[in-house]
């Protein structure tokens, strides 16, 4: 039940600091735990891709060691992320890193046959969804209030900043040796384990014995929580709409480039330039908006931001050269940026403990599903019109759809959800099932 809608200003609407958030040494250990196998994940994908085309020769086959790591999410997700709500959230996490390590130093064995080495990274990328789900439903029993939003900017900015160097770093090892990123990568598994382990405190599991019914029933339940209330499925839907056309620039990057290259800029340059942009852009604007900004100010900023994201790419039409094209993608990812780590705050904060492992999941598999769309949708039509005419139109019809998607925002409750006044929404339980512990208007404190 809802707490009275209070009409004053919260008493500390002050934004909560960097040093108030990595003062939090649990934090600290999960950061840069998660950096380090981010780092290590990106390096074995540029390395994979060396390693098979060697072997096969075969761009596909190339291709499909890249994109393997996005089938246990497109196939599973969901299913696998219930699994984190089952068992305590460090042991999952330190698990999960182990069975990457070993996975991941298997490939590196030599003379590992092809169709190895793609099953040996399946098998890998299985730990993937029940990992990242821990790691987000544990983010709000380490960080309270505003320092969630504010860790969770900091999470969403090295994220992206671990893509770019892993990758740089990855194709750097692997022009020399691939088998040695596939080993880094192992050793990164490792040293995340051991830090999480040694880092974070041992929590019960949010989800009981008695509460348990089945994996299907489980994940059915998070989906219905989501979707079934009106401020989760807000943030989710509007999330999701912003995905289709942030992710447009990065996917057409390698065409652009290209194709509408028309300065003496190399192609390759233009390429790496056009792609790395959106991930800066979304840097700043998360540590911005992040930081800068008070937290009440933050929500009313998700409206005008959710426009601007695609509203950046519009002049796209005009056929601008990559540069160009880098800064409005930049702008687009600022926008992203400062938009995604708030609601994604409120999303974890209005959720009841036991869920925050399931809702990860639809979120995430939701994600990949929304930006694999927007890519494919986008490279047909570029099949038939110009990229710079696709990707101007595309943008157009995401600031109507935005527009109707803000207009129906709740953003009262969102604010509600801010203050602590909204508390948690209900459980996804059925009646003959006991209900589920649920945390207060802010997060669950540890035990």
Not at 23 to 35: M, W
Not at 76 to 105: Q, S
Request: charged fraction near 15%; glycine fraction near 8%.
């Amino acid at each position: 039940m809802e707490a009275p809608v209070s009409h004053e200003r919260p008493a500390t609407e002050r934004a909560a600091t960097f040093r108030e958030v990595f003062s939090q040494g649990e934090y600290r250990a999960v950061l840069t735990a998660t950096t380090l196998a981010w780092v290590g994940d990106y390096i074995a994908k540029a390395a994979v891709t060396v390693l098979v085309y060697r072997q096969s020769e075969s761009v596909a086959l190339s291709a499909a060691a890249f994109a393997v790591s996005f089938l246990p999410w497109l196939i599973g997700g969901p299913l696998l992320a219930t699994v984190a709500e089952r068992y305590p959230y460090r042991r999952v996490m330190v698990t999960c890193d182990l069975i990457r390590m070993v996975f991941v130093a298997l490939v590196a064995v030599p003379g590992m046959p092809i169709w190895a080495i793609l099953c040996l990274l399946f098998l890998t990328t299985l730990a993937n969804p029940p990992s990242q789900a821990a790691r987000s439903a544990l983010m709000p029993l380490i960080l309270t209030g505003d320092r969630l939003v504010v860790g969770l900017s900091v999470n969403a900015s090295v994220g992206q900043a671990a893509q770019v160097v892993g990758y740089l770093v990855g194709a750097a090892i692997a022009a020399v040796d691939p088998t040695a990123a596939l080993v880094v990568n192992a050793a990164t598994f490792a040293l995340s384990a051991v830090l999480v382990r040694l880092g974070v405190r041992d929590r019960p599991s949010a989800m009981t014995s008695a509460h348990r019914s089945h994996l299907f029933r489980e994940t059915g339940e998070g989906f219905r929580l989501v979707f079934g209330d009106p401020v989760l499925r807000s943030i989710a839907v509007l999330v999701f709409s912003s995905m289709l056309f942030a992710i447009v620039p990065e996917g057409l990057a390698a065409a652009w480039a290209r194709e509408g290259n028309s300065t003496d800029l190399d192609a390759g340059v233009a390429q790496a330039v056009i792609m790395a942009a959106n991930p800066v852009g979304f840097i700043l604007g998360g540590l911005v908006i992040g930081r800068a900004v008070r937290p009440a100010r933050r929500v009313r900023l998700i409206r005008p931001l959710a426009v601007a994201a695609p509203l950046m790419l519009v002049p796209a039409l005009f056929d601008l050269p990559p540069l160009a094209v880098a800064l409005l993608a930049a702008a687009c990812g600022a926008a992203v940026g400062g938009l995604l780590p708030v609601a994604n705050g409120l999303f974890v904060r209005a959720l009841p403990d036991g869920f925050r492992a399931r809702a990860f999941g639809v979120m995430a598999t939701g994600l990949q599903v929304i930006q694999g769309i927007a890519v494919l949708v986008t490279g047909l039509l570029a099949e038939h019109f110009s990229i710079p005419v696709v990707v101007g139109v595309w943008s157009v019809a995401g600031v109507v759809l935005m527009l109707l998607v803000v207009a129906g925002s709740p953003t009262r409750a969102w604010y509600e959800v801010t203050t602590g006044q909204r508390g948690t929404a209900p459980a996804a339980r059925s009646p003959e099932t006991p209900a589920t512990r649920t945390t207060t208007g802010t997060e669950a404190r540890p035990r």
